[in-house]
């Protein structure tokens, strides 16, 4: 993690506040934890309503988790980035009530391309599903950053 | 596609009546079209509040669609299956309204694992994400069949 | 498969001049079977110096395969591509001295992205491995492309 | 890192001695440095027989070098383990006579899979490719392991 100036800092306020307006965020429980530049922990309570053929928690609600991690952590740094690839794993199974953290960080960082390895985890810390992700940078600021910071 | 007997019959249509009662499915709005063994397709037309920070569909929505036609492809030979693994590229960004649907078909079957490649497209016929996903499969008949079929 | 004028032809006849020269190819026995604008088919025969732990071929040689096949068709339409990720899944075991084909096709072409599914076979059909691959697109021409073609 | 007890020791010690007999570890000029259960570092120096189409290292030079990675890694713990599934991003290209370190540790262990995070750096720390990679586990003890260790 570098390049904490200031910034980083509105960069990551900035997007704090627009995660905690975004509409799929508010469908579907997600709810951003914490953000640095390159990082960030977004925490889910899967519902009943968000289960698969088997009554335990769906690969997509999982994967949204995930994947706001990751478009909070590749945006982090101001410049607008977007999903080009992601791999998910699956551990274990997840039940519906139980408090899941995606953790993102960043792995690698060129001026075009971003990497960043996710876990989502249980209170217990037992690993549940597991990613590798891939974001292409436009070069061009986040269009939610506030010029007046 | 092969082995359309009987029991291939009974085990899709078990399957998609299982898809129509799911409580994620029904949350999110995806719909089952068509399934047969090892291939199926469904659509989801995403509301305005599936959206990312960027005002286009959330990468979580587009991956709970595919993760449909996933589940329901590696389940209907009627033989339990998860996810392993998932590797989603993401061609191009949807809109809130378009009608998207999911096509999955099987790549390779063993005793133990599945694969398949899945892609989401819009009614132009645009690819709007491509998908490679791994299934283990326990071996157990799927639970929602129904033994009178 | 399009665009399949004078010039696809002439990119397909450079690259493949330019596959039968790589060092890599020649390395590991990679040949070339066919070439056209976003798909081909690469052939391997491992020998007994591929093998891994277990005396089977190693994933690095089959991947070899894979990435061969991936990195001709994605510079087959002309254009400079390099690949950003792929994902492959091991099917089954192969063995030393069995001939194996890679067959890529493309399931999505932008102006600065291409997707392709990736298959290696034995000559039963069995599926040794499949693969989804994600290439970036320079938009310069390759560099062994003749222009007297 | 867990488990190091005398077997792990031994279980180690044992695939250390059949990773420096291994064909295509020999044929590729891969050498593992140090494994421990669950993680080790394994190093190459591309040779100029290891370039693709554009005079860099071909993409399946440096996956041979992560592969070899997470075969030691997942078999580590003395249980016989194979690969089901290896995403890798290729983050900046290598050139022929670099030293390139993979380094491979475990995210997940359950009872029959295993998941890693692989990266790639030169001695610069530079991050050349990363992987995430899945292995089913057999169960049964790794062939190679010296029962009189």
Redesign the interface.
């Known amino acids: 993690m570098s390049h904490k100036g200031p910034d980083a800092a509105t960069a990551c306020r900035a ?1 704090a506040q ?2 905690e307006r ?3 965020a ?3 429980g997600l709810r951003l934890l914490e953000v640095e530049p390159g990082a960030c922990r977004v925490e889910m309570v899967p519902g ?7 009554g335990t928690v ?4 999982l ?6 991690a ?2 909070i952590a590749c ?1 982090s740094h101001g410049v ?1 980035a ?12 997840a039940k519906p009530g139980e408090r899941l953290v995606a953790e993102a960080h960043e ?2 960082l ?1 001026r ?2 971003a ?1 960043y ?1 996710i ?1 989502v985890t249980r209170d217990s810390g037992e ?1 549940v599903a ?3 992700a ?1 974001a ?1 940078r436009l070069g061009t600021p ?3 950053l506030d010029p007046s910071g």
């Open positions: 997007i627009a995660a975004e509409a799929f508010n469908r579907m009943e309503d968000m289960t698969n053929l088997f769906h690969g997509g609600a994967f949204s988790l995930l994947d706001e990751f478009q945006n607008t977007f999903a080009l690839n992601l791999s998910v794993t699956y551990v274990s199974s792995v690698a060129t075009r391309t990497s390895h876990r690993v597991t990613a590798q891939l292409y986040v269009p939610f």
